[in-house]
């Protein structure tokens, strides 16, 4: 998205498919915290989602990250106006998604203790990241 927002003017992006993005950051280290509370004390058997707590769409996420990147100095050729919401049936892909990929964590969540950080503050943890190796400040 970074590198899109820097050579197009103009984007069409789903904006009908609905989840929560979660970094591979966040993936480990709940992971992590799992595998080592299991070494005192098991788990009920059961399906535990691991996801970040809110929703949005691919749209969402990308006019987050867009401005985002304004506010952080990034050079940018797209206006966050200039992002156009598309219906999936606009935008056919090889593999069909789901409209809805929102998962509760609610099981996780109290299985570790824990209270699972929403997707706006892990994905601003990750464009900090990222903007930071490409010379911008966060």
């Known amino acids: 998205m970074l590198r899109l927002s820097r050579e197009c003017d103009e984007l069409v992006i789903v904006s009908?498919?609905?989840g929560a993005p979660i970094p591979a950051q966040?993936?480990?280290d709940i992971t992590a915290l799992a595998v080592s509370r299991l070494a005192h004390q098991p788990l009920k058997a059961g399906v535990y989602h691991l996801a970040s707590r809110g929703e949005t769409s691919w749209h969402g996420v990308a006019q987050t990250i867009f401005?985002?990147?304004a506010e952080s100095g990034e050079p940018l050729a797209i206006q966050v106006d200039n992002i156009k919401g598309i219906p999936t049936a606009e935008y056919p892909t090889p593999a069909q998604r789901?409209?809805?990929s929102r998962l509760t964590v609610s099981h996780l969540e109290a299985a570790l203790n824990i209270y699972m950080?929403?997707?706006q503050s892990q994905l601003k943890l990750t464009l900090d990241e990222l903007l930071s190796l490409?010379?911008?400040s966060g």
Do not use: K, S
Request: proline share 11%.
């Open 98 to 100: 789901p409209l809805n």
């Open 117 to 119: 950080p929403d997707w």
């Open 16 to 18: 009908d498919q609905i």
């Open 134 to 136: 490409n010379g911008t």
């Open 67 to 69: 401005q985002r990147a």
């Open 26 to 28: 966040l993936i480990a």
